[in-house]
T-cell receptor
Framework: NAGVMQNPRHLVRRRGQEARLRCSPMKGHSHVYWYRQLPEEGLKFMVYLQKENIIDESGMPKERFSAEFPKEGPSILRIQQVVRGDSAAYFC????????????FGQGTRLTVV | DAKTTQPNSMESNEEEPVHLPCNHSTISGTDYIHWYRQLPSQGPEYVIHGLTSNVNNRMASLAIAEDRKSSTLILHRATLRDAAVYYCMLKSQGGSEKLVFGKGMKLTVNP
């Protein structure tokens, strides 16, 4: 059973471009969470999704950021018109959805905006 | 989400036991205590979780105070690979299922 797969591992974008980060959850997991980690800081929750539904987006910036988890395929975190402050590591986690089951994290996508 | 407090950092020696404390004085009756850790340049990984009773698994033990206002993660024999940032978090039984990370505690293991 493969773990949570995130791609790309490293992504470089110029200011104003779009960044698309992909997350394939573990097999059988229907819950996906996205976190952002700025250099030397802790993980900040962004969004929690179940298949085709956004459950909690309280940590998402109001503009330029969106997330989806379609019925088929990976979850996508999309950042439009990137700025230097978006440079960070973005981690995805998945869980089976039972309340206290552990979450499994991917290795992250390190976004650098130049 | 209820808050936890941890020391900023701790040091230990290889092959010795390590006790990592966590205070959660505002914990509610349905909050579970979860521990994750993050090794350098990696995603977080689950360590252990519990509600009231002490818990053991292959990675660590979790000792929970009787009043549940504090807990201690115990690494029985620290190795260099245990050097990481450790996060103690509370997760409510109902409501949102997200994990809320604090600043965590950096554990240094000396050879």
């Amino acid at each position: 059973n493969a773990g949570v797969m995130q791609n790309p591992r490293h992504l470089v974008r110029r200011r104003g471009q779009e960044a698309r980060l992909r997350c394939s959850p573990m097999k059988g997991h229907s819950h996906v969470y996205w976190y952002r980690q700025l250099p030397e800081e802790g993980l900040k929750f962004m969004v929690y999704l179940q298949k085709e539904n956004i459950i909690d987006e309280s940590g998402m910036p109001k503009e330029r950021f969106s997330a989806e988890f379609p019925k088929e395929g990976p979850s996508i975190l999309r950042i439009q018109q990137v700025v230097r402050g978006d440079s960070a590591a973005y981690f995805c986690a998945s869980s089976p959805g039972y309340n206290q089951e552990q979450a499994f994290f991917g290795q992250g996508t390190r976004l650098t905006v130049v | 989400d209820a808050k936890t407090t941890q020391p900023n950092s701790m040091e230990s020696n290889e092959e010795e036991p390590v006790h990592l404390p966590c205070n959660h004085s505002t914990i509610s009756g349905t909050d579970y205590i979860h521990w994750y850790r993050q090794l350098p340049s990696q995603g977080p990984e689950y360590v252990i979780h519990g509600l009231t009773s002490n818990v053991n698994n292959r990675m660590a033990s979790l000792a929970i105070a009787e009043d549940r206002k504090s807990s201690t993660l115990i690494l029985h024999r620290a190795t260099l690979r245990d050097a990481a940032v450790y996060y103690c978090m509370l997760k409510s039984q109902g409501g949102s299922e997200k994990l809320v990370f604090g600043k965590g505690m950096k554990l240094t293991v000396n050879p």
